[in-house]
């Protein structure tokens, strides 16, 4: 272990201890912090949480140990990764490598002993914000002038950097004991999933719904997607700020003109937001966890949802043709959209949790219906 700092933007620094990936030294990216109680491996290879530093709000992190098949992509996506106290067990019958073993293979640096309360408590009051971790000697001064010269989020095509290179099938479905992660035979519909960094357990889910997957690059062109003749288009999660990828919002507006019904999550949701006449802004410090209540206006009901996103979709710039179908209850932000001359709609939310509540699967059964009702 060796000591380490973090360093806001705004002149705050933490003293701590790095845990892994001491030989790389710095790191640096947004300050966000998660509130879910479990899913750190989740959370750790989720490609949306590219350009960002982790903070974890529960104390103890790494009591389970990490295993190669609770992971959302093929690597960690962190920039860091930010904890109070770390577990020195880790104890699970599915463990096969240590937090720090996890992180050191991927290369990521670790730091606890941080004060992760007076740390949220900082981001909650002044918004989330660049912050640098550097390991062994160096001074606070240093880290934060280091900390107000990282690139703004906004200025990064984040995506490019997660989504990947070329078409690829998925064929996975949802973990069961004891067989482990299923394949579906039967399959129903061809969808193709324009791939922004894709979720696995959202591949997984829709899987398990006999739903045959084409997974296509985030520069895919709609002329693409539209010779590839699918029954329905899912637009995936991913990192950053959705106001710069305009290529990608124009493919959109193509495949909006067709009868293919499109489903969005996340970044997918605000991609189609955007393609649609609307527009996002960026909050203040997010949404990130696994406990955030969201009300479908359709049934009434309240859903505790899982959660990962710094941006939210403005209702005012919504046209007359949008209706709004999910609020969250923290906030009133927009949660969920349809289009009313068009068989579209998007969350965002993340119904496939990975980790959290499972109460939003439901909507990947409306994915479903959609398509039955276009094809008659």
């Avoid at 912090?33 to 709000?57: A, C, R």
């Avoid at 309360?117 to 002044?126: D, E, F, P, Q, T």
């Avoid at 791939?195 to 357990?201: I, L, S, T």
Wanted: charged share 25%; with cysteine.
């Amino acid at each position: 272990m060796e000591k380490a700092v973090l360093a806001l933007e705004d002149g705050h620094f933490f003293y701590g201890y790095a845990f892994s990936g001491i030989d790389k030294k710095e790191t640096g990216g947004e300050v966000i912090f998660n509130t879910s109680m479990t899913g750190y491996q989740e959370i750790l290879t989720d490609p949306s949480y590219k350009g960002q530093i982790v903070v974890m709000t529960p104390s103890e992190i790494g009591n389970y140990g990490t295993n190669p098949e609770d992971i959302e992509s093929e690597k960690v996506h962190v920039n860091g990764f930010v904890i109070k106290d770390l577990s020195q067990i880790a104890s699970n019958w599915r463990a096969t490598k240590t937090l720090t073993e996890y992180l050191n293979e991927n290369g990521v640096i670790g730091v606890y002993g941080i004060d992760t309360r007076a740390l949220v408590r900082i981001i909650r009051k002044y918004g989330v914000m660049k912050g640098y971790i550097g390991i062994g000697e160096i001074s606070p001064q240093e880290a934060v002038r280091k900390a107000r010269s990282i690139p703004d989020i906004s200025e990064l095509d984040l995506v490019s950097q997660v989504s990947h290179k070329s078409v690829y099938k998925w064929e996975e479905g949802t973990w069961r004991w004891p067989e482990g992660y299923t394949r579906i035979k039967e399959k129903r519909y061809r969808v193709a999933v324009i791939d922004y960094g894709v979720k696995r357990n959202i591949l997984r889910l829709m899987v398990d719904r006999g739903l045959d997957l084409t997974c296509f690059p985030h520069n895919v062109s709609a002329e693409e997607i539209i010779d590839f003749k699918p029954d329905g288009i899912f637009l995936s999660n991913g990192p950053g700020d959705p106001a710069i990828l305009h290529y990608q919002i124009d493919q959109i507006k193509k495949l909006l003109s067709t009868d293919i019904p499109i489903f969005g999550i996340c970044l997918g949701h605000q991609l189609l937001s955007w393609a649609v006449g609307g527009k996002t802004y960026k909050l203040e410090f997010g949404h990130h966890g696994g406990n955030h209540p969201v009300k479908n206006l359709k049934t009434g009901k309240v859903e505790i949802t899982a959660q990962n996103h710094n941006y939210a979709t403005d209702p005012d710039s919504l046209p007359s043709h949008i209706e709004i179908t999910h609020v969250n209850l923290n906030d009133d932000t927009i949660e969920g959209i349809r289009l009313t001359d068009r068989p579209a709609f998007s969350i965002q939310h993340h119904p496939e949790a990975s980790p959290g509540p499972h109460d939003s699967h439901y909507i990947f059964d409306e994915f479903i219906r959609l398509i039955q009702e276009v094809k008659g």
